[in-house]
């Protein structure tokens, strides 16, 4: 079962405006991680963001913030004052097992939504 | 200083060859991984290796035959190249569960078999 969603494949935004993109996450462990990650058309995977899931507060980052909202599985990324070089592939990731000393403590990966900020 | 490199970034080999792609990180974390993003840019985990410890290992051929020399290293050696291996293998590392932050991913190695 597929345990990242990102139903959004592409997603326009005029620069400067602010974008929200989908994900949602399944799992049964009560300790987990989600991440963001931005892959630009150079291919290099650049992290954004981190939500624990035991967090008390949404995580933000500059312009880049989580909208995490437990109860409904979701982790959404929300990218305010949109710049040209905003425009990307972005990736929602989860890690189960948050705490866990042991590693099998693996990135799964959503389908990315491919992010174009116009002028 | 790059904190995971990979070489090479680019590789373009014929079927049936055997190559390697080597990757290194100097960030000092315990556990390294490959990724494999295939053409409509899905990422999965192919191998972990912490501590030099083969960790994870998911249903991959077994021509391809991860090696960690070392805590700092994971190599990927891939026997018999076949067109549909081409894709871009990321190598990645991190420090869990310390490291609060992501998992440092390499700039990617794009595999074209031909």
């Known amino acids: 079962a597929q345990k990242i969603t990102q139903t959004q494949p592409g997603m326009f935004v005029q620069e400067k405006e602010a974008v929200t993109l989908d994900c949602t996450y399944d799992?049964?462990?009560?300790?987990?991680?989600l991440f963001w990650y931005k892959q630009p058309s150079s291919g290099e995977m650049i992290f954004l963001i981190y939500?624990?899931?035991?967090?008390?507060q949404n995580a933000t980052e500059g312009r880049y913030s989580l909208n995490f909202q437990k109860a409904r599985k979701s982790a959404n990324l929300v990218i305010s004052a949109s710049q040209l070089g905003d425009s990307a592939m972005y990736f929602c990731a989860m890690r189960e097992g948050q705490f866990k000393e042991t590693s099998g403590s693996r990135l799964t990966f959503g389908e990315g939504t491919q992010l174009t900020v116009n002028p | 200083d790059t904190a995971v490199s990979q070489t090479p970034k680019y590789l373009v080999t014929q079927m049936g060859n055997d190559k390697s792609i080597k990757c290194e990180q100097n960030?000092?974390?315990?556990?390294m991984y490959w990724y494999k993003q295939d053409s409509k840019k899905f990422l999965k985990i192919m191998f972990s290796?912490?501590?030099?410890?083969?960790?994870i290992n998911e249903t991959v051929p077994n021509r391809f035959s991860p090696k960690s020399p070392d805590k700092a290293h994971l190599n990927l050696h891939i026997n018999s190249l076949e067109l549909g291996d081409s894709a871009v293998y990321f190598c990645a590392s991190s420090q869990v569960p310390k490291q609060r932050g992501g998992y440092t991913f390499g700039s990617g190695t794009r595999l074209t078999v031909v």
């Open positions: 960030l000092g974390h315990d556990t």
């Open positions: 799992t049964s462990d009560p300790s987990y991680g």
């Open positions: 290796y912490n501590n030099k410890e083969l960790i």
């Open positions: 939500q624990g899931s035991y967090d008390q």
